[in-house]
T-cell receptor, first 115, second 118 residues
Framework: DSGVTQTPKHLITATGQRVTLRCSPRSGDLSVYWYQQSLDQGLQFLIQYYNGEERAKGNILERFSAQQFPDLHSELNLSSLELGDSALYFC??????????????FGPGTRLTVL | AQKVTQAQTEISVVEKEDVTLDCVYETRDTTYYLFWYKQPPSGELVFLIRRNSFDEQNEISGRYSWNFQKSTSSFNFTITASQVVDSAVYFCALSEAIYNNAGNMLTFGGGTRLMVKP
């Protein structure tokens, strides 16, 4: 158990809908990361937040957005869902930005199925 | 831009065989970090090891060992005396050093699926 929690574990929804994925980082971690794992694209970085502020952005679609709240939990919002958005979404956390790269610890993931 | 290549998409071995998973990376930075993660059938990503670019010492942890060679941009992972429980997908990942408070995203390879048969 990494200490990172993600809810829900599974999500099934229809095209055009909007969903919210939630992540609670490990105790004391200030950075939260979101990754998407799909069969065709592999594991891809989406976005990083540090202490409530966006720090880095990867190949995140405009239909997707995220935020980190004052209690440090994070939410990833996916809207106007398409079949191709079906994937495993991981959240990871690390202590924070310093002078070296932290190790990221991953949550169990949320499996999203868009029908 | 950084890139990680795991040329072996799938490896099948019989229990107790040794197996090496290859990882080759590309980066323009002189300071970077390399990682291995394991994804068992249950789906979670489990951290195995982290190595920075200035530390080329090989590391051994039980049946696991890692060989980092900067000259060939490789960070290979060997499992000695493999067991059925080692069956998983293994990912190699790269993160460049942080500058000006930029983020430290991980760039993953495509993964190697290891199947250990009894």
């Amino acid at each position: 158990d990494s200490g990172v929690t993600q809810t829900p574990k599974h999500l099934i929804t229809a095209t055009g809908q909007r969903v919210t994925l939630r992540c609670s980082p490990r105790s004391g971690d200030l950075s939260v990361y979101w990754y998407q794992q799909s069969l065709d694209q592999g594991l891809q970085f989406l976005i990083q937040y540090y202490n409530g502020e966006e720090r880095a952005k990867g190949n995140i679609l405009e239909r997707f957005s995220a935020q980190q709240f004052p209690d440090l939990h994070s939410e990833l919002n996916l809207s106007s869902l398409e079949l191709g958005d079906s994937a495993l979404y991981f959240c990871a956390s690390s202590p924070g930005i310093g002078h070296s790269t932290d190790t990221q610890y991953f949550g169990p993931g949320t499996r999203l199925t868009v029908l | 831009a950084q890139k990680v290549t795991q040329a072996q998409t799938e490896i099948s071995v019989v229990e107790k065989e040794d197996v090496t998973l290859d990882c080759v990376y590309e980066t323009r930075d002189t300071t970077y970090y390399l990682f291995w993660y394991k994804q068992p059938p249950s789906g979670e990503l489990v951290f195995l090891i982290r190595r920075n670019s200035f530390d080329e010492q090989n590391e051994i942890s039980g049946r696991y060992s890692w060989n980092f060679q900067k000259s060939t941009s490789s960070f290979n992972f060997t499992i000695t005396a493999s067991q059925v429980v080692d069956s998983a997908v293994y990912f190699c990942a790269l993160s460049e050093a942080i500058y000006n408070n930029a983020g430290n995203m991980l760039t993953f390879g495509g993964g190697t699926r290891l199947m250990v048969k009894p």
